[in-house]
């Protein structure tokens, strides 16, 4: 992995910040909530003790009855149309009850508006049996229909039924069964309304013949002979008391509460018998916000569905939390809108007076001050983190650019400075003061140590043999004054000998002072044209002379090969590629010798059979000094393809070893005129 | 009269071999070690024939500027430098102060006998009538084989000993080459590829700069050298 996507990586690290930006959100969001709880609680509790003042607008408990037996009477915002349709009533579906019927669900309503009591029944059943005019509605008598009875009750005193059966769809009659006997009641008005798999039926009822206990029975039959089932809302002979909004409790709460805050006040049972207040329904934040507002969702801390914090449609409330405070514990709770992302913070206080739990209090407020508050640091923290995670990503893109581009200059200007030999080159960041810096100069000062070390190499054979040359010519001097003694013949051999011997040394040393007599040559050489294939051509004419156990081959497309330098020393050259050449070939090889042209000028190249050249040493073999033979001939110095390469380089050339099929090929680049 | 040789050498056994074996040809040899008590001795009695290495004890360039202050004083003295130094630039050098030879210590005796005695000789040749028989004509080339000089075109050019040689080994029989071993055999000396290709190089030069259309010495790569005649 580069330097850039390292560091690319590590500027991810940036996105803790909006981490850390989202648990401070989450965190002030869920303390601003505490706080507005503990608000509530205590704004609950005094509205429970004031509530405990009207203890004689709650409805007595009455143990002989359940819950379940118990009608609500939704208070309805409009006169509904008796037309058997439950669409014009105010209230939802979900208000409606559901009882147990032969064929399936019945489900019902009980409406109150205007001193009117409004009924709505649907009934599924597969096969309504109508009634006839003679019919009486009775639950005893000889003829059974399909009807819907309203039980009505003023314990101990009234006891009465209030029966709906059709002869047909459309408006029916009614019949009051009381102890006074069954008659046809006119200020009730109903309409049985067929549907597919049943019938429904809505009725209007003045509220002064009614009881306070109300249930509802459905009798379902399919014969007229047969009684058939009977359904009831209520478990035991008689129903328990109706329950209504009591309209003194609500006119206290209206004054007591206004919108935003929404009070509901219930009795021991959690039915509503009071609400006043609304909550906003203002939506806090904007459609610019859209994005905002779903990243602020996915943060805080989920809540319950906010639907339930709406007072319950069937007008008992049911949460949890208010029964709690029904036991006699004040609770709060909380809950979040999906859609709005707001919560609403709700708490129930229990009223009681006299020891006794009459009902509770909820009292519930919605959060928007918090969103707006925590929603406007929300998109602030986007924004600043999205600016800042940017701004260091490309801080550190750029950052890491520039530094892995001085790196990468530092290692290309050490790999040119290593390849063209020009150590004592400055390399790029030599002055900076960072760790670059010291790696450039350690890199320089390595590279000028290899330098010095490779002028030493260069210069060492030179020296030597010039340091050398003095004491040569003392040997020299002083055995060719013995030669004129007089000496015996033992004497003369070993003369003889030691002439021989120093004959060899100055032969050594002045191999090892050729390079810097080529580097002399080189320094003040007139290029002149001339065609290489030519010399080349009469050169090898010398060759064959001289080595007469080697074979020379030589190829050739060009006709001539024009080109400018010196022609002597890109002989010595050759001279010296043929005898590498001629060293390491046996007896009776073929040295092959190409000329041709190349994409920079010409290629000479000569090719000879023998070991490959050593992996080992390859980079080395054209330096001075440096032998990769392996002690075939310990006079060899590793000078030869030194002074070639210099030559070539003299010659703006280049000059390469390769190992090729069962020998080993030179390679000369030259540049054509 | 027996010839005087002075050796101006700071290496006492080099400079003791080549005295005694001056001494054996029959010269007479004063050695000095320095240039300070060489030029002294010079005041008072001038030799034949100095040699001189360039560099002196710590006087390093010392031979260069007693061979300057010898050739003021004296124009015709034989001056040869026989040094350890054998880089172009010195040789170049030395010659440019008008020295007749630069050896480096390489040659043999032999050889340096050789030299010398051919330069004693030119010396003498130089004081006789030129003799006809001495002279070799190629062309535009005249070698004055016992002054030891080449004339082209009439016009003197100035050789070294050693370049005379090559030039007279080359022109003796033009068309033929005439390869290295010849050649360093011709000049009297041990000499590599090189300091063959440089010597003839000059030699081109000193033509050139009499007459810009000289070519007569051709290379023969790989072979040798040859003097094309007309």
Known sequence: ?673 | MTKRIAIVEDEAAIRDNYAAAFRREGYVVDAYEARAPALNAFESRLPDLVVIDINLKDDVEGGFELCRELRARAAELPIIFLTARDSEFDAVSGLRLGADDYLTKDISLPHLMARIAALFRRLDALQKPQAAESRITRGDLVIDTERMTIHWQEQPVGLTLTEFWLVHALARYPGHVKNRQQLMDAAQAVLDDNTITSHVKRIRRKFLGIDPSFDAIETVYGMGYRWLSD
């Open chain 1, 1 to 673: 992995m580069n330097l850039k996507r390292q560091l690319l990586l590590v500027s991810l690290l940036t996105l803790m910040l909006p981490w850390a930006g989202c648990e401070f959100i989450r965190e002030t969001e869920s303390a601003l909530r505490r706080g507005q709880e503990q608000m509530l609680e205590a704004t609950a509790g005094a509205l429970a003790n004031t509530m405990a003042q009207y203890d004689e607008e709650f409805p007595r408990q009455d143990d002989a009855f359940r819950v379940s037996d118990q009608l609500y009477l939704h208070e309805l915002a409009g006169r509904p149309e008796v037309d058997g349709y439950f669409d014009d009533w105010s209230l939802g579906t979900g208000s409606l009850r559901s009882l147990r019927g032969t064929d399936g669900p019945i489900r019902f309503a009980v409406g109150l508006f205007d001193q009117t009591i409004y009924l709505y029944v649907r009934v599924i059943d597969h096969d309504v049996v109508y009634s006839n005019s003679q019919a009486l509605v009775l639950d005893d008598g000889s003829r059974h229909t399909d009807r819907i009875s309203l039980v009505s009750s003023n314990p101990p005193y009234r006891y009465e039924t209030i029966a709906f059966a059709a002869e047909a769809p459309g408006k029916i009659l009614s019949y009051r069964q009381s102890a006074n006997g069954i008659a046809s009641e006119p200020t009730i008005t109903a309409h049985w309304q067929d549907t597919p798999g049943g019938y429904q039926l809505e009725a209007r009822l003045p509220a002064a013949i009614l009881g306070t206990h109300l249930g509802l029975v459905i009798h379902n039959t399919d014969d007229t002979a047969n009684p058939g089932t009977r359904s009831s809302s209520f478990s035991g002979r008689t129903p328990g008391p109706s329950v209504r909004l009591s309209s003194y409790l609500n006119a206290v709460a209206d004054r007591l509460v206004k919108a935003p805050l929404r009070l509901i006040v219930t009795d021991a049972d959690g039915w509503r018998i009071a609400a006043a207040g609304a909550l906003s329904a203002r939506s806090p934040a904007g459609g610019r916000l859209g994005v905002a507002r779903r990243v602020y969702g996915l943060l805080v801390e989920p809540g319950e569905n906010a639907a339930s914090a709406e007072p319950d449609p069937s007008g008992r409330e049911q949460q949890t939390y208010v029964s709690s405070a029904l036991q006699g514990n004040a609770t709060p709770d909380w809950f979040r809108s999906d859609e709005s992302g707001r919560a609403i913070v709700a708490v129930a206080a229990p009223i009681t007076a006299n020891g006794k739990t009459l009902g509770s209090v909820v009292l519930q407020q919605g959060t928007d001050a918090i969103l707006s508050l925590t929603n406007e640091g929300l998109a602030r923290l986007i924004n600043v983190t999205l600016i800042a995670t940017l701004l260091v990503a490309g801080t550190l893109l750029g950052y890491a650019t520039w530094l892995s581009r001085r790196i990468r200059q530092l290692s290309v200007a050490a790999e040119a400075a290593l390849d063209n030999e020009s150590l004592q080159s400055a390399l790029p960041s030599a002055l900076a003061g960072d760790e670059v810096g010291d790696l450039s100069r350690s890199f320089s000062s390595v590279l000028k140590q290899l330098g010095d070390y490779n002028e030493y190499l260069r210069s060492l054979a030179s020296k030597l043999s010039h340091e050398l040359r003095t004491p040569l010519a003392i040997v020299t001097s002083s055995l060719e004054n013995l030669e004129h003694e007089p000496l015996n013949d033992a004497s003369v051999g070993y003369t003889t000998r030691a002439r021989e011997g120093a004959d060899r040394l100055r032969r050594i040393l002045s191999a090892m002072s050729e390079a810097s007599r080529v580097e002399e040559l080189m320094a003040d050489f007139e290029p002149e044209p001339f065609d290489l294939r030519a010399v080349l051509e009469s050169t090898l004419n010398a060759y064959r002379d001289v080595y007469k156990h080697r074979s020379f081959s030589f190829d050739c497309d060009l006709g001539e090969a024009k080109m400018s330098g010196s022609p002597e020393l890109l002989i010595q050259l050759l001279d010296k590629l043929v005898e590498n050449a001629v060293d390491f070939s046996g007896e009776g090889d073929t040295i092959a010798i190409g000329l041709a042209a190349s994409d920079s000028g010409l290629e000479m190249s000569v090719t000879n059979p023998g070991p490959p050249l050593p992996e080992r040493m390859r980079s080395q073999l054209f330096d001075s000094m440096v032998s990769v033979r392996a002690g075939k001939d310990s006079r060899h110095l590793g000078l030869g393809l030194y002074v070639a390469r210099l030559i070539a380089a003299g010659h703006g050339g280049r000059l390469d070893a390769d190992n090729v099929e069962g020998g080993v090929v030179f390679r000369v680049s030259l540049p054509r005129s």
